[in-house]
């Protein structure tokens, strides 16, 4: 399965702090089990420069790729993300130009990104990066910033790296020693450690996420990535756990089956099923709240309620269907539409907060293959809006 896309905040706890007394083990040049035996060992410091202070020539669009949005978020602030996470990186220097000042301050704010410093950039992608070394070296008096030992160079528009390449660059930085090899293969940055900073080097092999958004065509690559590892999980809420027979239960096994390769849980705002708020917590950005028993939007409600106050939403849209039935028997149809067609408010309203809710009705015949037949339309349409994230579809009471 892919990995979950980078959670924000605080590191939880053992594992990270494992992960630092391995990259504390790399600056003492100890091998990482035995800093794992010895917890009170001390961890280097780290600290990242993000040189973000280019145009995008190569993008050929106006505004410089690393403030292109993705589903809404400029590309800087998931690089910055990935990085923030990793809690061992003290401080991340960002280098833009004065021109982008102002912006980059409130990508800052708007998405609570910590431990952030920024520095004016250079000309070139070299005086950038120079330029934020210099602010790490420098014991300035105001400054909040203190020299590291290992410094983390980080393109900013390289959104997906993960902890472990990072922990082996530390390692690396540490424990290495510079070959003809590296020299002749790696990329300038090396040649350039070597001849103004007297510093071996060693060439670290990275994941081909690691990859640099240059073109345009990088811009919806990278929206195809983030759009399938926040799909990996889908949370079906149902408002009852009695009457096995009824379509709702019918949908929710059509689902289990349609998705086998994504992790669906069954979580419940009733004890039944799993904790939604840990559920939440555990960054599951899709939800499908099967509505058996009512016809209201009064458990979408609750799940919208909860959604917004875990700030769940602020890194990535997350998908709320609402899905209700209907048979054919019934003489109600324009009723219930009516009724259903209030999604529309509720859809607007937790718009802003970037939650993308949409409604689903199944209409269904008694005929079992009829039946059968609108269910995976259902699900069809449940694991599109999912996939696709489209805002476009927000607010839409969609009948199967
Ligand atoms: N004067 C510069 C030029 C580049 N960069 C940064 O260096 C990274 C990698 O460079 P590149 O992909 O070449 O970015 P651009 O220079 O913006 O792209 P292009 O060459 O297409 O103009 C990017 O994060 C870019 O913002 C920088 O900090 N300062
Ligand atoms: O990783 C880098 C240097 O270590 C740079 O991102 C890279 O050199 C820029 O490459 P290009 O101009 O070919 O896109």
Redesign the pocket.
């Known amino acids: 399965m892919e990995p979950k896309p980078a959670a924000p905040g605080p590191c939880p706890g053992d594992f990270r702090v494992a992960e630092a007394a391995a990259a504390a083990a790399a600056a003492s040049s100890l091998n990482p089990a035995e800093a794992r035996a010895e917890p009170g060992r001390r961890a280097p410091s780290v600290a990242a420069v993000l040189?973000?202070?280019?145009?995008?020539?190569?993008?050929g669009v106006p505004t410089?790729?690393?403030f292109c949005p993705i589903l809404e978020r400029p590309l800087i602030s998931y690089t910055l993300q990935a990085l923030e996470r990793v809690c061992w990186i003290k401080d991340i220097v960002v280098?833009v130009t004065g021109e982008n000042m102002e912006a980059m301050k409130g990508i800052i704010q708007k998405y609570k990104h910590q431990r952030i410093s920024l520095v004016e950039?250079?000309?070139?992608?070299h005086?950038?990066i120079f330029n934020g070394l210099r602010a790490l070296a420098e014991d300035q008096p105001n400054s909040k910033l203190s020299k590291p030992e290992v410094v983390i160079i980080h393109?900013?528009?390289r959104p997906f790296v993960e902890e472990d390449v990072l922990l082996k660059v530390v390692t690396a930085a540490k424990e290495h020693g510079c070959s003809d090899y590296d020299l002749e293969f790696g990329t300038e940055c090396l040649q350039l450690a070597l001849k103004y900073g007297h510093v071996n080097a060693k060439l670290v092999e990275g994941s081909p996420d690691l990859w640099?958004v240059?073109y345009k065509r990088d811009l919806y690559a990278a929206e195809s990535i983030i759009k399938e590892r926040t799909s990996q999980h889908i949370c079906i809420i149902m408002d009852t756990k009695e009457d096995e027979n009824h379509v709702g239960h019918h949908l929710e096994e059509i689902l289990k089956n349609e998705l086998n390769h994504v992790e669906v849980t069954s979580g419940a705002l009733c004890p039944a099923g799993r904790d939604l708020k840990q559920i939440i917590l555990e960054q599951c950005y899709n939800y499908v709240c099967v509505n058996v028993m009512s016809s209201d939007f009064e458990e979408t409600q609750r799940l919208l309620n909860m959604l917004e106050e875990s700030n769940l939403s602020i890194f990535y849209p997350v998908v709320v269907i609402s899905v209700y039935f209907l048979d054919y028997k019934s003489v109600h149809f324009d009723q219930k539409v009516e009724n259903l067609m209030q999604i529309r408010e509720y859809a607007k309203e937790v718009r802003k907060r970037n939650i993308l809710l949409c409604g689903l009705l199944i209409y269904y015949p008694q005929d079992e293959q009829k039946l059968q037949a609108s269910l995976r339309e259902g699900a069809t349409i449940i694991t599109t809006l999912i996939k696709e994230r489209n805002s476009g579809l927000v607010g839409q009471l969609l009948i199967a």
């Open positions: 040189p973000a202070g280019g145009s995008g020539e190569r993008m410089p790729k690393q280098a950039a250079g000309v070139t992608r005086r950038s393109d900013a528009v640099k240059t």
